[in-house]
């Protein structure tokens, strides 16, 4: 038997091997023992190198290699069925959180229209005593409105300016209670005080007048009428409340001069201070004065 002494381990197996198996393709043993084929048999095929790198066909196909040629094919390259593959889990997209809407404030919207309606009703005299029962329930819806802004996230505007107007409106009302108090107490002093009056009344040609005037106390209506009077007349009187002095003269007739024209005055002193005066003009003229 050759020995390889020069030769490698695995290099040495091969020649035996090579030596002891033919290369005819049906893996038989050679029968001369001399290292070569029996006649007829063909020649030994030569053992390349294996190609192990893969090559896809058909869209990615695996093809199978075969190993060098010892009778007996081999598969060098796996299928891919033979390992598991994990499954793909579903691609779920992140879920982005979302603000939340904000809500109605209803009540910041009713106390704005009320606080505009009391706002604008406390403007005018009298009717403006509206206000006083608008301008607080405007403010209270307002003010709740406000309140309410802070979760609702809305209405925060019209719940300031529904505050605004209605305090607006509660100041309007005020002064105009203020102002209706002390004319009231104006009006209660005066009506109490009483007043030195002096009536007085002339023609321009000497005509002969008729005249009544008041002489009220404490709002009850009284009079006094005098006729035939010469001109120029006066009577004093004394008057108090409300009703103010009147006076009211006229030309009394003249039978010996029928159309006689003249001009008739009247004149309203009060406490020194003359309050009143009028004129008129013709054959029956009469005239008022009134304070």
Same mark, same amino acid.
């Given at each position: 038997m050759t020995q390889h002494i020069d030769q490698p381990r695995h290099r040495r197996i091969e020649t035996d091997e090579y030596r002891d198996f033919s290369g005819n393709g049906f893996?038989?043993?050679?029968?001369?023992g001399q290292g070569t084929?029996?006649?007829?048999?063909?020649?030994?095929?030569?053992?390349?190198?294996?190609?192990?790198?893969p090559t896809?066909?058909?869209?990615?196909?695996?093809?199978?290699?075969?190993?060098?040629?010892?009778?007996i094919p081999q598969q060098f390259a796996p299928t891919w069925s033979q390992y598991p593959v994990a499954p793909q889990q579903p691609h779920i997209p992140a879920q982005r959180s979302h603000p939340t809407p904000p809500q109605s404030n209803g009540?910041?919207?009713?106390?704005?229209?009320?606080?505009?309606?009391?706002?604008?009703?406390?403007f005018i005299p009298l009717v403006g005593t509206v206000a006083w029962v608008l301008a607080p329930i405007g403010l209270?819806?307002? @003010?709740?409105?406000? @309140?309410k802004s802070r979760s609702a996230r809305s209405g925060r505007g019209k719940s300031?300016?529904?505050?605004?107007?209605?305090?607006i409106a509660l100041i309007m009302c005020v002064l105009w209670t203020t102002a209706f108090v002390a004319?009231?107490?104006?009006?209660?002093?005066?009506?109490?005080?009483?007043?030195?009056?002096?009536?007085?009344?002339t023609t321009s040609k000497g005509s002969k007048i008729t005249a009544t005037y008041s002489q009220s106390r404490n709002d009850q209506i009284a009079q006094a009428t005098v006729s035939g009077e010469a001109s120029p007349w006066s009577a004093d009187a004394q008057v108090s409340g409300l009703?103010?002095?009147?006076?009211?003269?006229?030309?009394?007739?003249?039978?010996?001069?029928?159309?006689?024209?003249?001009?008739?005055?009247?004149?309203?002193?009060?406490?020194?201070?003359?309050?009143?005066?009028?004129s008129a003009t013709g054959t029956d003229a009469m005239v008022t004065c009134t304070k």
């Open positions: 893996g038989r043993p050679m029968t001369n084929p029996p006649a007829g048999l063909g020649r030994p095929q030569h053992h390349g190198v294996p190609q192990f790198a896809f066909q058909n869209f990615g196909a695996p093809q199978q290699h075969q190993s060098p040629q010892y009778g009540l910041a919207t009713a106390g704005l229209v009320v606080a505009i309606i009391g706002a604008v009703f406390s209270v819806l307002s @003010v709740v409105g406000l @309140v300031v300016a529904g505050i605004m107007l209605s305090v004319s009231a107490g104006n009006v209660s002093a005066q009506a109490a005080t009483v007043h030195q009056v002096t009536y007085k009344v009703i103010g002095p009147t006076v009211t003269a006229s030309i009394s007739p003249d039978l010996t001069h029928v159309n006689k024209k003249d001009t008739i005055s009247c004149t309203i002193i009060e406490d020194g201070v003359q309050v009143a005066q009028n």
